[in-house]
């Protein structure tokens, strides 16, 4: 765990699902409090990418690490890198059978073992923190799509972990409820926050990006800061994929 | 030979119905048993042994029940293994309950979405406690209706034990057509006695699924 190690460093990480190879090679740093963009075509391997980090799927060749230490190893050493990254997904996943509140408490009781007034009165601060705490007794189909994820992200939040991965965290929503989101996830970036973001949302990539990187065919294309990856694209391929998102 | 008067055949019936209660029961809670063990031991025991937990189910489900009670009755004494018509007919009941709930629940914990796994392993979870806090009370609500639903089944299964002589109503159905030869009437009396059984299993069951249905 040096001092100045990258929060999260690739080292050509290699994955393959049976022949297909989904990431080829990918090499990245990402600092402690950077936030990073991941954008690239259906099938480039933005998801597998991160979820690698917290080994999701696990990668068979090169190495990821976390404040300078490998993210591999047996079933506990997983367990306590995924303590310390949080994860937010496209589909919100979360327990249907839990309100919003039991939805942050559970990990904390279980993973964080925390006391009960101690867990809750954190899952409180947290859903206050993503503008829902008064739902928090509700169930989740009784939330709307964007009132969820806000919830999954104060859930992830709950766990204090050193950095949040996002996987097309706006992807699943009705257009009027981005917007909410987005809106919690650009003062997440403002209070420093590590981010790892997959999205197509280039007006917060734009916003509060530190970097962006255009990934295809399993390997990063193109790193650059969002400023300079708007206005001059290195690759045609990352020319063509914008003119697709922006059209 | 012949004294039995309608009264005598309802008494006579009535007087074997909690028989068939019992071995529903002991079917019933038995096969619910052992199918809990198996359903863990495949979820937990890794591929080997759900392949094996796939194999004896899928061995019990291609045998007709009747073989299985024959098998119970007939088979076991010829491994010094006593058996009355009770134990070989709760044998063979308690194996083919274990068989298909063990199926019904093995897919109800795998039709949890993978999501839900994801996310609970994401924040640290250990694998039994995502399974208990997270995947099982959303599997129990995907498996009460089928449960609730096959243990009609149970009800009527086991009629088939009057085949190895237990007295149950079926089999003093039998005993009594062979004394009276009123078949219509006994017959009717012991379908309508499964009917009376069965009738508010199925509501119950039809109501179950609409109030766990919880996911709209
Ligand atoms: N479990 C899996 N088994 C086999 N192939 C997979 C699996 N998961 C992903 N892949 C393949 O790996 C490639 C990369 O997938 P990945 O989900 O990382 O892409 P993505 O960039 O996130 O795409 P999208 O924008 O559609 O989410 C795809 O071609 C996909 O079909
Ligand atoms: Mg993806």
Not at chain 1, 25 to 34: S, T
Not at chain 1, 38 to 50: Q, R
Not at chain 2, 168 to 196: K, Q, S
């Amino acid at each position: 765990m040096s001092h100045n190690a990258p929060a999260i460093e690739f080292r050509k990480v290699c994955k393959w699902f049976g022949d297909f190879q989904a990431l080829a090679g990918v090499d990245l740093k990402i600092g402690k409090g950077e936030r990073v963009v991941i954008c690239g075509p259906s099938g480039s391997g933005k998801s597998t990418m991160v979820r690698c980090i917290n080994q999701l799927e696990q990668h068979q060749k090169g190495d990821i690490l976390l404040n300078g230490a490998t993210v591999t190893g047996n079933s506990a050493h997983v367990r306590s890198i995924r303590r310390r990254v949080g994860m937010v997904f496209q589909q919100f996943n979360l327990y249907p059978h839990m309100t919003a509140l039991q939805n942050c408490v559970i990990a904390q009781r279980l993973v964080a073992r925390r006391q009960r007034h101690e867990a809750e009165d954190i899952a409180r601060a947290y859903l206050e923190r993503v503008k829902i705490a008064d739902k928090a007794d509700r169930y989740p189909h009784q939330l709307s799509g964007g009132q969820q994820q806000r919830v999954a992200i104060a859930r992830a939040l709950c766990m204090q972990s050193e950095a949040i991965l996002f996987d097309e965290p706006t992807s699943a929503l009705d257009p009027e409820m981005i917007r909410e989101v987005l809106d919690v996830m650009v003062g997440l970036a403002q209070d420093g926050l590590t981010m790892v973001c997959v999205t197509h949302e280039m007006g917060f990539a734009r916003q509060v990006a530190d970097a962006v990187v255009f990934m295809d065919h399993g390997r990063i294309v193109e790193v650059a800061a969002p400023a300079e990856f708007f206005k001059e694209q290195k690759t045609q391929r990352a020319r063509d994929f914008l003119a697709q998102i922006l059209h | 030979m012949n004294q039995f008067t309608t009264f005598g055949i309802v008494e006579t019936i009535l007087s074997k119905l909690p028989w068939t209660l019992l071995l529903s029961l002991i079917a019933f809670v038995g096969g619910a048993f052992v199918a809990g063990l198996l359903t863990m031991f495949a979820i937990l025991g890794g591929k080997i042994a759900n392949v094996g937990v796939s194999v004896v189910i899928s061995t019990v489900q291609s045998t007709p029940l009747l073989m299985l009670m024959f098998l119970c009755f007939f088979g076991l004494p010829l491994f010094q293994i006593e058996v009355s018509p009770l134990l070989a007919a709760s044998a063979a009941l308690v194996a083919f309950t274990a068989a298909y709930l063990t199926e019904a629940w093995r897919s109800a914990l795998k039709a949890v979405h993978a999501g839900q796994w994801e996310a609970a392993l994401s924040s640290g979870m250990r694998h039994d406690h995502v399974l208990l806090a997270i995947i099982l009370p959303q599997a129990v609500r995907i498996a009460i209706p089928p449960t609730v639903g096959f243990l009609v089944q149970v009800v009527k299964a086991t009629s088939l034990a009057s085949i190895v002589g237990f007295m149950e109503i079926t089999r003093v159905g039998t005993v009594l057509n062979n004394i009276t030869f009123r078949p219509f009437l006994i017959f009717a009396i012991i379908g309508a006695l499964y009917m009376a059984l069965n009738l508010p299993i199925s509501l119950a069951a039809r109501h179950l699924e609409r109030r766990f249905n919880f996911n709209r």
